[in-house]
């Protein structure tokens, strides 16, 4: 019974999806924090015109 290691593709995959859904995490926990000190999801008028 040998025990191969999975391949590369598999490991790349998986590391990205990970890397992906916890930067995806972070993003949304970093706007809800902001929103919440600003007020109700408020944005100020600059940010919108600017992006």
Same mark, same amino acid.
């Given at each position: *019974? ?30 809800? *924090? ?10 100020p ?7």
């Open positions: *019974r040998s025990s191969s290691p999975p391949s590369l593709g598999s490991v790349l995959i998986l590391v990205l999806c990970s890397a992906v859904g916890l930067a995806a995490a972070a993003l949304l926990l970093d706007l809800l *924090r902001r929103s919440r000190k600003k007020g109700f999801y408020q944005l008028q600059t940010a919108a015109s600017s992006a």
